[in-house]
């Protein structure tokens, strides 16, 4: 079975810094991965995601994330961070298709940005 | 509006009523999910649906119940709330490509914040 892990669960960065929010997954074949965030009282938007090809995608709002195979990780990126960032991040592994087509999340990693 | 719709936003109800939390979506998506999510928890999936009238558990299933008769519809009922099922319960939707490898992302409503009492 699929899981993944976000080691933080609370992370606070002042604006302007740069950020990293882990995410390990566990998974037998080759994973799909993504990045949601969910901002207070909304629902998840994703941010990335990864099928195949180049490691690192781009996503929305300046985030990217780097798949790493050999570490099992997707890390999420964002060089500067704006006080808008502020939100909860949720890491998710997908199943392979042919299989149920649902996500594992991660437990989330909440994100304060400090002025 | 197109999109994923769920109703009610918010809900308190007593311990041992029935309660149904609504999901619509106008995308024709085959797959529609639902989950709940509690602090500490993330996510976790409920039951998800492959198509209209085909359904299935997920990690967290016991004491739900959902039907889906009509591809836009998900429905989650909770046959006699307990206040472990206080919790905010999240919809979502995906297509379905058979012909391709590629999983879409899911689409997500804003939630039903959900208290039993």
């Known amino acids: 079975a699929q899981s993944v892990t976000q080691p933080d669960i609370h992370i606070t960065v002042s604006e302007g810094a740069s950020l990293e929010l882990r995410c390990n997954y566990s998974y037998g074949a080759t994973p799909y991965l993504f990045w949601y965030v969910q901002s207070p009282g909304q629902g998840l938007q994703l941010l990335l995601k990864y099928f195949s090809g180049d490691t690192l995608v781009q996503g929305i709002k300046g985030f990217e994330a780097e798949f790493k195979r050999s570490q099992s990780s997707f890390n999420l990126r964002k060089p500067s961070v704006h006080w808008s960032d502020a939100a909860e991040y949720f890491c998710?592994?997908?199943?392979?298709?042919?299989?149920?087509?649902?996500?594992?999340f991660g437990s989330g990693t909440q994100l304060t940005v400090l002025p | 509006d197109a999109g994923i719709t769920q109703s009610p936003r918010y809900k308190i109800t007593e311990t041992g009523r029935q309660v149904t939390l609504m999901c619509h979506q106008t995308w024709s998506h085959s797959y529609m999910f639902w989950y709940r999510q509690d602090l500490g928890h993330g996510l976790r999936l409920i039951y998800y649906?492959?198509?209209?009238?085909?359904?299935d558990k997920g990690e967290v299933p016991d004491g739900y119940v959902v039907s889906r008769s009509k591809t836009e519809n998900f429905p989650l009922t909770l046959e006699s709330a307990t206040r472990s099922q206080t919790s905010v319960y999240f919809c979502?939707?995906?297509?379905?490509?058979?012909?391709?490898?590629?999983?879409?992302?899911?689409?997500f409503g804003q939630g039903t914040r959900l208290t039993v009492v």
């Open positions: 998710a592994v997908g199943a392979t298709p042919g299989s149920a087509r649902q996500l594992t």
């Open positions: 979502a939707s995906s297509e379905s490509r058979r012909a391709t490898v590629r999983l879409t992302e899911a689409f």
């Open positions: 649906s492959a198509a209209a009238d085909i359904t």
